[in-house]
């Protein structure tokens, strides 16, 4: 009886668990998934990026230098999330200026914004 209890157990348990593994293979990590809004790997974006490194990562944005908000060591992903969409064209030069100057308002992010328009 207690074998029979079990192997019941386990196909209820089977009956959920395997709609929802299917559901997770469907929607999964691909184009349209649920992964969609991800940080872009491009290699054009990683180019772009590079180049604002390298050209304005002394300017700032918010407080922060370029350099540090472009670092791996760095939590924020905005701004690289943001730069690469902008890079991509998902925002316009004024989108991608009113988002930065939301999230990071100090009033003094023009010289920076400048530069990166130069790199694209």
């Known amino acids: ?19 929802a593994l299917a559901l997770l293979a469907l929607t999964g990590c691909g184009p349209g998934g649920f992964a969609r809004d991800a940080l872009v790997e491009d290699p054009g974006a990683e180019a772009f990026l590079n180049r604002i490194q390298q050209n304005c990562g002394k300017l700032s944005v918010g407080n922060q230098p370029l350099n540090w908000l472009l670092s791996s060591s760095n939590d924020d992903v905005t701004f690289v999330d943001m730069t690469s969409k902008y890079y991509l064209g998902q925002f316009s030069a ?25 790199q694209r």
Do not use: E
């Not at 989108?95 to 023009?110: C, E, K, S």
């Open 94 to 118: 004024k989108d991608y200026t009113d988002g930065i100057n939301a999230f990071y308002p100090t009033g003094t992010n023009q010289p920076a914004l400048d530069c990166i328009f130069k």
């Open 1 to 19: 009886m207690k074998k029979i209890k079990s192997i019941v157990r386990d196909h209820q348990a089977a009956r959920v668990f395997l709609p």
